[in-house]
């Protein structure tokens, strides 16, 4: 199964909310999937932002939403077919469920990384806001903004594997890097042509291919 064959959802409500909800859904399985494999860095839920354990699997997550960048530039520049724009963005809504998972994961809110406190208008004021930004930059641009701040967001978690001493984290300074971050992801949208309502149906579109695959054990 593929976003081909999913259907299109009624979306009743805030989008942001909607796609929160859904992505819970989803961790709610993937946790004993990734439990069963071995490589669950913790059980800490929400993740505990002073843990080494929990700062390791921060980190993982950031690389997950990394490659699935990787994997999207990938298509849009090497790739010659007709499906080629449907697979650029599909590997860009793959991040959003990574980075999604990961803002669930370390409690930070569908409010927290909006820009009003307007239930129904949590995505809009991220995708008005990232189009501001977007006038200033072109493709390459905004993913090196993007993964300058995901750098400068995991480099608040200062206990390393290697580390010895524990260190607080300044978790004022993650949240806000993390909001700066989703802002950066949705210009990667916006470059990538996709509208609010574009963004939503495909999530959703995706996140039904990722309940067929946990239920088929792929």
Sequence with gaps: MNIKHAKKETVVGDNLITIFNRQKELIEKYHDIEARSGLLQ?????????????QARIKDFCWRVTEELGEALDAYYHEFHDDKYLHFIEELIDGLHFLVELTIQVDFSEEDISYTKEEGKYLSSIIEKAKEVSKELNLEETVVKFICYLGMMCNTLKNKPWKQSQMKTDKNEFYSLLK????????????????????????????????????SGY
């Design 42 to 54: 913790t059980d800490i839920f929400p993740l505990n932002l002073d843990d080494k354990r929990s």
């Design 180 to 215: 700066t971050v989703w802002l950066y992801y949705i210009v990667i949208l916006d470059k990538a042509k996709l509208s609010e309502e574009g963004i939503v149906e495909i999530y959703l579109k995706k996140s039904q291919v990722n309940k067929f695959r946990q239920r």
